[in-house]
């Protein structure tokens, strides 16, 4: 599995956000694939989270943004898709238990992935590797190589 790991992280047309049940096994797997291709990988763990202001700044701690980071949907999205403060030449993030915010804060999960799909296309547009895998149960399955 980590071969196909490798392989849908390597190859940009794959750049996207993904929503897809995550063990910790796979995630270890995702992790070593996404270091052998010198992707930055983050683990986000949204647990008890349902408002805007809080989901805006565990995302950017995690993800280190800077001190500028104007804790606002517009603010993600220029976050998101400038990434030059991490000197990495791509980027996975894990994100885990969104179902709170999704439970309570429906108008801001829609913001959220509108965010998280246009910050992919801004970097499969440009050639560069950025996933996103949102790990609830599965709305889109993703498609490995081994499935292909």
């Known amino acids: 599995m980590e071969n196909n790991w490798k392989s849908f992280l390597g190859d940009y047309l794959n750049t996207g956000l993904y929503y897809l049940p995550v063990s910790?096994?796979?995630?270890?797997?995702?992790?070593?694939?996404?270091?052998?291709?010198?992707?930055?990988?983050?683990?986000?763990?949204m647990n008890r989270v349902s408002r805007?202001?809080?989901?805006?700044?565990?995302?950017?701690?995690?993800?280190?943004?800077?001190?500028?980071?104007?804790q606002n949907w517009d603010a993600l999205f220029d976050s998101l898709t400038d990434l030059s403060w991490t000197k990495a030449p791509g980027h996975?993030?894990?994100?885990?238990?969104?179902?709170?915010?999704?439970?309570?804060?429906?108008?801001?999960?829609?913001?959220?992935?509108?965010v998280f799909e246009a910050a992919a296309e801004y970097w499969q547009s440009r050639q560069m590797l950025f996933f996103i895998l949102i790990s609830e149960k599965p709305c889109r399955r993703i498609r490995l190589p081994h499935d292909r």
């Open 24 to 45: 910790g096994a796979e995630e270890d797997k995702i992790i070593e694939a996404a270091r052998d291709h010198e992707l930055k990988a983050v683990t986000v763990n």
């Open 52 to 70: 805007k202001q809080t989901f805006l700044s565990r995302f950017a701690r995690a993800l280190q943004f800077p001190v500028y980071f104007g």
């Open 92 to 114: 996975v993030i894990l994100i885990y238990n969104l179902k709170d915010m999704a439970k309570k804060s429906p108008e801001d999960m829609r913001v959220i992935r509108r």
